[in-house]
């Protein structure tokens, strides 16, 4: 009996194993580096979507500076602008995904300033805690104070947003509510986080765990329904077949948000985990638009009957909460 119960408890650690590997490879193939025109075969199809997906008004400047350990270097983007203008910007922190250092997000960093945003970012490779994207902000607004520098008084500190994918993802809602500095985000964009089975003590480990019923900011939730985010389960429970964020962890994620105002999930039809990084750059720029900076034809993406989302065919499961909408 005793050799009979230790097979079975080494199948199933074999099989929990084996769902690790599986995960992390499905974060290495999805992992590629953005060509710099990217955005160009992007499959676009609403009228806004194809707007807000290219690149926008403002030619764009980039700083880095040293960081120090596993963060490196901060990486900025910015409407070159800036350095002669008297007015401030608004900020979207980005949050690095498995495995993946900023400067290989340089290509959607550079398009979403081009929008008018002071974009930045670290190489931090395991971002899920949240607490590499708070040095970042803090690096932001210490900028922001310093009269030497370039970014001196021109950040927005009432307009700052943050994004991330997958384990930026995690580490989006975490930077948000754990960290010391989290209340200072008023827009949130989360792309295929790992959903909750992979934050358990058994998986991944609790350090992957998150709370969207913490966020008090807007929210913008999305992952594809590609075989690696989707899965082939929509059981919670279930040990074999789960995605790395299937529709039941975006479902949850949506529900329990309940104090975050204004509120979206949708996935992309036909999109896989590392399509997401960047399939949503449009709806993510206009979301960051429309929060950070009130524009109006912006939020019509996301507002009212006609709410361009809803009727994007690219787009499914498709759910909106507009309390607090501006």
């Known amino acids: 009996m005793k050799k009979l119960i230790g097979k ?29 025109d990217y955005y160009e075969t992007t499959p676009v199809y609403g009228t806004l979507e194809e707007k807000y997906n290219g690149l926008g008004p403002y030619s764009v400047s980039y700083l880095e500076f040293p960081a120090g350990d596993t ?10 602008d800036l350095e002669t203008s008297k007015q401030s910007y608004p900020v979207v922190i980005m949050v690095n995904g ?3 250092s900023g400067s290989r997000y340089g290509a959607v960093m550079r398009r979403l300033a081009s929008w008018g945003f002071i974009v930045a ?24 104070e310093a009269a030497t520098s370039v970014f001196f008084q021109k950040i927005n500190t009432e ?29 949130l964009y989360i ?7 992979w934050g358990r003590e058994d998986t991944l480990g609790l350090d992957w765990s998150y709370d969207t019923g913490k966020l008090t900011a807007p929210a913008f939730l999305v ?8 899965g082939t389960t929509e059981d919670a429970l279930a040990t074999e077949g789960q995605g790395i964020s299937p529709l039941w962890s975006l479902r949850q994620n949506y529900e329990e948000a309940s104090s975050c105002g204004m509120k979206v999930m949708a996935r992309r039809a036909d999109a896989d985990h590392g399509d997401m990084l960047y399939y949503g750059d449009g709806y993510m720029t206009a979301w960051f638009l429309y929060h950070l900076c009130g524009d109006a034809e912006a939020g019509t993406v996301f507002l009212g009957e006609a709410a361009e989302i809803k009727d994007n065919p690219l787009w499914q499961d498709v759910q909106i909460d507009m309390e607090g909408a501006k």
């Open 8 to 36: 079975i408890l080494l199948v199933l650690l074999g099989i929990a194993i084996l769902g690790v590997m599986l995960f992390f490879i499905a974060l290495w193939k999805n992992s590629r580096p953005m060509a710099e």
């Open 71 to 80: 963060l490196e270097k901060y990486e900025i983007y910015y409407p070159s």
């Open 98 to 100: 498995t495995g993946i």
């Open 121 to 144: 970012g670290n190489e931090d490779e395991n971002s899920r805690n949240g607490a590499s994207s708070a040095s970042t902000l803090d690096f932001l607004l210490t900028q922001n």
């Open 159 to 187: 307009r700052i947003g943050i994004a991330g994918h997958s384990q930026g993802g995690v580490g989006a809602v975490n930077a948000a509510t754990q960290q010391a500095n989290g209340s200072l985000y008023r827009a």
């Open 191 to 197: 792309a295929s986080p790992a959903s909750a089975f």
């Open 223 to 230: 992952a594809g329904t590609g075989k690696w985010d989707a």
